[in-house]
């Protein structure tokens, strides 16, 4: 008892030198932002974050909040209100931002008056929509849509009022807000969104998609893809220019851009390039590919490429990753990731699972060369070992010296094509489990627009067996896919044909077996 009234009384006397030490003739905010600064670890100075503070505080309360009086806070106001908190953030072009939003785990459940689930365009129709057939005087552009969330409708006079409490510091008295409309941090903003631009869209006679929700195409062809708040389109320049100063007189918008070889196109964390080359220096794959090339004005091929390099270099430069030359697999062996099972502890797990979702979010989007180590060091995120360390340290060495991988495709070739590939192993990694791993790769135009890797979930007792399950994925995604393509106005052959090499999974789909399990 002594000792700890004697170390409480030592953290007293800390805390009162602290207390008295000299500080900067801060203003209130600048006082605010200071303490921020320090919570949240950023780098800079007050002078340097003030502005983006008072900026995004100032656009929240103009667009959402409305001051309530001392007078008008009742004891239920008190207890319902959501809190709200100020993030600082450094965006990847260097721009400092704060970001108001709401606790969300602390949100009322009775303000869910809708569903909350809101759709996002697949990244499989992303790409389908920058390789497919079409006219060679289209054009692909995007555009982010500013502040989105606070740009959506307000919340109609029916539902249930909402109220917010800002304080930033316990010296600072507490700020009460009626909130007219949803912002960053709630459950429902998103939806909020997403049927804000569905509903202006179909009010500009752009019809919403089935099978691909978040796909619009009006009667000219003119489509729009939406991911969130960013938006990504293919069409000809006049109706182009036209959307978007439709898109402009409704909402607060970013400048857009259009793709050109001297343009690329910042999309969900990749970029999107183009240049034009000779048709003496494409090298196509499958007989009569050349002969489905569309030339330009100046005879030249447009070629398209999709690229995360400057994602991987700023990543790579944070972990303690040394470079390896000659490497010509991302692979780790079995055995490999087995010679050293003492387990992971500590700060190393989080480091683990933190690269191996980063692995898992590259791999999905261009990088489908690793997506089978990926999945493979993926398993081990519970329980990760030296030995796993050691193979996830090798996909990184792989990512450095491959950086400048690239899927590339022909722009706007005369008729689409498609291939869809299945493979499995039987047992591949014995003994670390029993279950066969699935391989699926759909390509359109000779681009890979959709892969998985992923383990089976039971054992299969034949290589058929473990062949056939993979077949069955794949068949799926390929329906899938082929809908969402109709959905975009691509023409998909009638019959999916699906290429393995495993001749009874063969035989069974061709329905010749004498008898089945």
Request: net charge neutral.
């Amino acid at each position: 008892l002594s000792l700890k009234k004697k170390g409480r009384k030592a953290q007293a006397n800390i805390s009162t030198k602290r207390t008295n030490s000299p500080n900067p003739p801060y203003t209130d905010d600048e006082m605010i932002v200071h303490k921020l600064m320090q919570k949240q670890n950023k780098k800079g100075e007050v002078a340097d974050w003030i502005e983006p503070y008072k900026t995004e505080l100032q656009e929240v309360e103009n667009r959402r909040l409305t001051l309530l009086d001392d007078d008008d806070i009742t004891d239920s106001i008190r207890r319902d209100a959501l809190p709200l908190r100020m993030i600082l953030e450094t965006k990847r072009d260097g721009r400092l931002k704060g970001r108001l939003v709401a606790i969300g785990y602390r949100e009322p459940k009775y303000w869910d008056v809708k569903s909350n689930s809101s759709p996002v365009v697949s990244l499989s129709t992303v790409r389908a929509l920058l390789f497919r057939a079409g006219l060679i005087s289209d054009v692909i552009s995007s555009v982010d849509v500013s502040v989105a969330f606070l740009q959506a409708d307000p919340y109609p006079d029916s539902h249930p009022k909402r109220y917010v409490v800002y304080q930033p510091d316990r010296n600072v008295k507490a700020r009460y807000y009626l909130l007219r409309g949803a912002i960053y941090g709630q459950r429902s903003a998103s939806r909020e969104w997403y049927d804000t631009l569905a509903g202006w869209l179909d009010s500009k006679g752009y019809k919403r998609k089935i099978d691909e929700p978040c796909a619009f195409i009006n009667d000219k062809g003119f489509t729009i893809l939406s991911y969130v708040d960013d938006l990504i389109c293919r069409g000809s320049m006049e109706e182009t220019i036209k959307f978007y100063k439709s898109l402009e007189d409704r909402f607060d918008c970013k400048d857009y851009n259009i793709l050109a070889p001297d343009n690329k196109l910042a999309f969900l964390g990749f970029d999107i390039t183009c240049e034009e080359v000779s048709i003496d220096d494409i090298n196509m794959i499958g007989e009569g590919s050349v002969d489905n090339i569309q030339l330009d004005d100046d005879g030249k091929v447009r070629v398209i490429h999709i690229d995360q390099q400057q994602v991987i270099e700023e990543y790579l430069r944070s972990p303690d990753v040394k470079p390896s030359f000659n490497i010509l697999s991302p692979m780790s062996g079995k055995y490999h990731i087995l010679t050293d099972p003492t387990l992971l502890e500590g700060d190393d797990i989080n480091k683990y699972q933190s690269i191996i979702g980063t692995l898992n979010y590259i791999s999905s989007v261009t990088r489908y060369d690793i997506a089978y180590p990926t999945a493979r060091l993926a398993q081990f995120s519970h329980k990760p070992t030296v030995g796993t360390m050691k193979g996830v340290n090798k996909v990184l060495q792989y990512l450095l010296s491959t950086q400048d991988f690239k899927l590339t495709g022909i722009y706007a070739p005369k008729t689409d094509s498609f291939d869809y590939y299945s493979d499995s192993d039987h047992a591949g990694d014995m003994p670390i489990t029993t279950h066969s791993h699935t391989g699926t790769v759909l390509i359109m135009n000779n681009v890979p627009i959709q892969w998985r890797s992923k383990k089976q979930p039971k054992t299969s007792r034949s290589s058929a067996e473990a062949e056939i399950y993979a077949l069955s994925d794949t068949l799926a995604d390929a329906r899938l896919l082929q809908w969402k393509m109709i959905d975009i106005n691509i023409k998909v052959p009638d019959k999916i044909t699906i290429k393995v090499d495993n001749n009874q999974a063969k035989v069974f789909a061709n329905d010749e077996t004498i008898s089945s399990r």
